[in-house]
């Protein structure tokens, strides 16, 4: 069954304050998927699961430990994921990561070695147990690999009807992807762990290449926060810089970068930023159409569809809260 969800209109229903975790493979707009989160109000980031991706797992867990601290939350426990995908036993970064996100990950920018340390809790457990303790007050938010979830949902499938929602960074449905002709990077990098997601019960929203990349920064918006001269206003100017550079040497876009990860938050926490259609989801993952995202349609007559994938965005009124969100929260560190 097909829906078509109703268009930017403002919701009404918010729980009081979502608990949310952010499954990250930190590279720049990680890192600024990490500030919306700390920024949103009425909202408790009661952790970060790290992923391998956009670098190694060692140097993406680092990294968001170490904007956590930047950002004056070193309160909030980062917890080690699984470091390659679901299918091989090893991973290497691929060099258009390295020239999109820097060699570290956050474009280049030099930070303090962070004071806290991981956790020794697995995040595949972490999500077990966050899933029991908060039910479906638990908002999970992938930008990255879905390998640790799906880790997770083969060690308790119970949680799949446990969790609130699930709103991820990738895929593509009604454009090209950016890996190949079909396949969009996150999904890329695991496609069975993807599949095993998007046909679990699970509540999942998707917000793919079709709406991320309508939402572009410059540094129009950057040279606000540098302006600030605040540690994090300029380090966050220099690593988003970074990362607009890369997309114009690339020629993935002149305009401007992505908000990929952030906009995913911007949507778990409201949902009206978008429009959705519903459908069964599922990846191909043999060698012909790899990583593709598309509607299953053996199940296109079956009721009560379990993903929302995001078509459209209010980009405009996105793109304002994201400023006035960060900008609030760097002038204060």
């Not at 909202?43 to 990294?63: F, H, K, M, Q, T």
């Not at 019960?201 to 410059?218: A, E, S």
């Not at 540098?226 to 890369?246: E, M, N, P, V, W």
């Not at 078509?311 to 009124?317: E, L, Q």
Request: charge should be negative.
């Amino acid at each position: 069954m097909l829906v078509i969800n109703g268009a930017f209109e403002r919701s009404s229903i918010f729980m009081a304050t979502k608990k949310i975790i952010l499954d990250l493979d930190t590279g720049v707009d990680d890192a600024l998927a990490i500030a919306y989160a700390l920024a949103a109000p009425d909202v408790d980031l009661i952790g970060i699961v790290a992923s391998y991706g956009n670098n190694v797992l060692d140097v993406c867990a680092e990294n968001s430990l170490k904007l956590l601290e930047l950002l004056g939350r070193p309160d909030i426990p980062v917890y080690k994921g699984l470091p390659h995908s679901s299918t091989t036993d090893h991973f290497d970064v691929m060099q258009v990561s390295l020239d999109i996100h820097g060699n570290n990950g956050i474009g280049d920018i030099d930070l303090p070695t962070p004071q806290r340390e991981l956790e020794t809790m697995s995040g595949v457990d972490f999500y077990i147990e966050a899933a029991h303790q908060y039910g479906e007050d638990l908002i999970i938010i992938p930008t990255g690999p879905m390998t640790n979830l799906a880790a997770a949902l083969a060690k308790d499938p119970e949680i799949a009807h446990l969790i609130g929602n699930v709103t991820f960074m990738g895929g593509a449905l009604t454009v090209e992807g950016n890996v190949t002709d079909v396949a969009e990077a996150n999904i890329n990098q695991d496609a069975e762990a993807a599949n095993a997601v998007l046909t679990s019960d699970l509540p999942l929203t998707m917000v793919g290449l079709d709406v991320t990349l309508r939402t572009l920064l410059t540094k129009q918006e950057t040279a606000k926060w540098r302006a600030l001269g605040t540690k994090a206003g300029i380090a966050y100017a220099d690593l988003t810089d970074f990362y607009i550079d890369a997309y114009y040497n690339l020629d993935i876009d002149k305009n401007g970068c992505a908000l990929h990860d952030p906009l995913a938050v911007g949507v778990s926490l409201d949902p009206s930023f978008v429009q959705t259609i519903s459908l069964f989801m599922k990846v191909i993952y043999d060698e012909h159409n790899y990583a593709r995202t598309i509607g299953d349609k053996n199940r296109l007559n079956d009721p009560n569809p379990n993903t929302k994938v995001a078509v459209t965005v209010d980009k405009d009124r996105y793109l304002a809260t994201f400023m006035d969100y960060l900008t609030k929260l760097f002038a204060q560190h």
